[in-house]
């Protein structure tokens, strides 16, 4: 049987140059090509580099050219600052996606196609159920930004797959990453030492582990899992959770300044938020990983929480207080506390 | 290093007691000094010893120990979370202790019919709903709690789900927003899940209006039920009524708030924050036969008329427990 010939998009981003690492090791897997404008940033040895723009349709000539059975497309971006602009990154999102499935459409040994979504699809809303299946949509058409992207992008691929029934279509839905060396928002905005919170709202969140979700990429490149998977670590945590851990302060903001104060550290660049996220900062966002562990066979290794705490270990951010700090503070306030318990009651009993 | 040594001894005098390398009394005299007696095998003089015997167990220690474990997860998250952000550390040590002497002593909540609750598996409980504040339905889910032990989770409307601080609350107690795939999901892990059919209509409904039920939705906890093959509990509340009587709703000005309604009762708004204060009216909290919906199987799940009647019979049970009670009941206040 012919090798696996593997084609990823975004080849430059984090996941994808990963993916491309952990295919390398795999001898089943013969010639991979990995597209981009910048050239990867991870060392890769026998991964071959296109340097292509996906918006262009010389990507169908890219397609036919190599000969690639497998697409992962890993190349939607969730920011504007990264792309330069919104309507860059829109340009990037779906116009890419388009041009992408629309060579795919022509390309005639293709047989799978991997999509990196994102549970950002189904929103964040207070009206949204506690747990969002895969069959499940947004509860209101998302208007703006990364959500609206997404959901577009997926639509298409649906779109595709219906045109293309020979092609497995593995749509995976993504929540947050985090991890000792992927660089998101999320994890830019939990290195902050004051971590500025809506006043009032604590949201849910569900996170997934860099190398769980590279394993979920390669397992959705390597095995057959036609279908849409939500992928997240087990279990959930509230935001200000999250910063306790870190040993960080909340900055609790009025909800009318949100958005301000937001945008106002988003010009600062520190943190790259997009107005959209603001609604996940309100109300956060749990997905169903049923299907991911019946079906595609794949539990994660790091919860939530142990995700998190292996971000904080390596990343060795700056905290106000540590753990260590907190159980001395808990033994030495209940060793003075009980002492002058005992004394009082000592004086009352010398007192009689 | 030797002055090192005596300081680390003193504390630790001061704070275990039996300094037996020393051969002193571990306890501190009225004038705050250690006391130079001679202590027996305890690590207390003869003196100390009966007091630090009834003070070292004593449920002060217990309880300061407890708080400050309490305290000390807080201030390091480390506390689990279920996936509908329910919070049973807070729950339990905060908000319901919180809510008990309003439950004791305030409305002196009677429950009947506590063995109807099914101590294990899944059940629906359905309630009727007045007050105009949802009180009714923190007390229940408190009175389940501490009679079985196990907690209801509530069903609600998703007004509270918008609001900064109440809609965080409602998710870390334990509640959720009234869908189907929530109440579902809730069942089907085999919890206790709490629900009020009439909404607004019953919590919302003016005075003269008390203890007629409303309408009870479209029947959506009943499929919900049969689905699940959870049994349905009916739950007569008596007394949440009286709390807050609603003598007239002020729709516009709920419109202009966004609020389901705007409340006149004899308090509110005339005596401003006052006016907040509930009646404190006597409940009673009457548990019904649970209505099996075991043998019953999605097909009737998918029958409309059977789903109506199915609904029809627990409106009907709630609101015949409601007047046994009613009958039965002394006084709005003793």
């Known amino acids: ?352 | 290093m030797g002055d090192a040594e005596v300081i680390r001894m003193e504390r630790h005098r001061a704070e275990r007691g039996p300094a037996s390398a020393a051969g002193r009394c571990g306890a501190r005299t009225t004038e705050g000094r250690l006391c130079r007696n001679r202590a027996r095998p305890s690590g207390y003089c003869a003196r100390h010893e009966e007091v630090t015997a009834s003070a070292e167990p004593s449920a002060f220690e217990a309880d300061l120990e407890r708080v400050l474990a309490f305290l000390r997860r807080r201030l390091t998250g480390d506390y689990p979370i279920d996936d509908f952000g329910f919070d049973r550390d807070l729950t339990e040590n905060v908000l319901m202790p919180m809510l008990r002497p309003l439950y004791e002593r305030w409305w002196r909540i009677e429950q009947r019919g506590v063995e109807n609750i099914p101590t294990a598996g899944p059940a629906l409980l359905v309630a009727n709903h007045s007050g105009t504040l949802p009180l009714d339905a923190l007390m229940m889910r408190l009175g389940v709690f501490d009679a079985t032990g196990r907690h209801c989770r509530l069903l609600a409307a998703d007004f509270p789900f918008r609001l900064p601080f109440v809609g965080q609350l409602a998710r870390k107690s334990g509640n959720t927003l009234a869908c189907n795939e929530d109440a579902t999901r809730l069942l089907k892990g085999g919890e206790l899940v709490g629900v009020f059919p009439e909404g607004y209509k019953g919590v919302g409904k003016l005075f003269r209006d008390r203890y007629k039920l409303q309408r009870f939705g479209r029947g959506g906890f009943v499929e919900v039920a049969l689905k699940t093959g959870a049994p349905i509990v009916p739950v007569a509340i008596v007394g949440a009524e009286e709390i807050y009587p609603l003598l007239h709703n002020v729709k516009p000005l709920a419109r202009l708030l966004g609020f389901p309604y705007f409340p006149v009762t004899p308090t509110f708004p005339l005596l401003g924050p006052l006016g907040l204060i509930p009646l404190p009216s006597k409940w009673t909290m009457v548990f019904g036969e649970p209505i099996e919906t075991e043998g019953l199987t999605a097909a009737a799940a998918s029958d409309p008329m059977f789903v109506f009647n199915l609904t029809d019979q627990v409106r009907e049970s709630i609101q015949q427990s409601l007047y046994r009670t009613l009958m039965s009941r002394r006084g709005v206040f003793a």
């Open chain 1, 1 to 352: 049987m012919a090798k696996q010939r593997v084609l990823i998009t975004g080849i430059s981003r984090h996941l994808g140059g990963r993916l491309a690492q952990r295919l390398e090791q795999d001898p089943d897997v013969g010639d991979i090509y990995g597209v981009d404008f910048d050239p990867p940033s991870h060392e890769l040895n026998r991964t071959e580099f296109v340097r292509a723009d996906i918006r262009n349709p010389l990507i169908v000539k890219v397609l036919q050219a190599t000969e690639v059975d497998t697409v992962v497309h890993a190349a939607v971006i969730a920011t504007p600052g990264g792309a330069g602009g919104r309507a860059q990154m829109k340009e990037i999102n779906v116009i890419g996606t388009m041009q992408l499935l629309a060579a795919c459409q022509k390309a005639e040994k293709l047989r799978k196609v991997v999509m990196k979504s994102t549970t950002t699809v189904y929103g964040s809303e207070p009206t949204d159920p506690a747990v969002f299946t895969e069959d499940m949509g947004p509860q209101s058409q998302p208007k703006t930004g990364y959500a609206k992207d997404a959901w577009e992008v997926e639509n298409y691929a649906r779109s595709f797959g219906r045109r293309r029934p020979d092609v497995a279509l593995t749509l995976l839905r993504f929540a947050n990453f985090i991890g000792p060396r992927i660089q998101t928002p999320l994890t830019r905005y939990l290195s902050l030492p004051i971590v500025p919170t809506a006043f009032g709202y604590d949201p849910r969140m569900q996170l997934i582990h860099e190398d769980d979700a590279v394993e979920v990429l390669y397992r959705a490149v390597r095995e057959d899992h036609p279908g849409t998977f939500n992928a997240a670590g087990d279990g959930v945590v509230y935001l200000s959770q999250l910063i306790r851990m870190g040993g960080k302060v909340p900055a609790p903001i009025m909800t009318p300044f949100f958005g301000v104060t937001s945008s106002l550290v988003r010009r600062t660049g520190l943190v790259d938020f997009s107005p959209e996220q603001i609604g996940f900062l309100l109300y956060g966002r749990v997905g169903d990983t049923e299907r991911l562990k019946t079906q595609f066979g794949y539990t994660p290794k790091f919860t939530t929480k142990e995700a998190v705490r292996d971000f904080l270990a390596t990343r060795k951010l700056p905290k106000v207080f540590s753990e260590l700090q907190a159980e001395q503070w808990e033994r030495e306030l209940y060793a003075f506390l009980a002492r002058r318990r005992r004394q009082s009651r000592v004086q009352a009993l010398e007192g009689n």
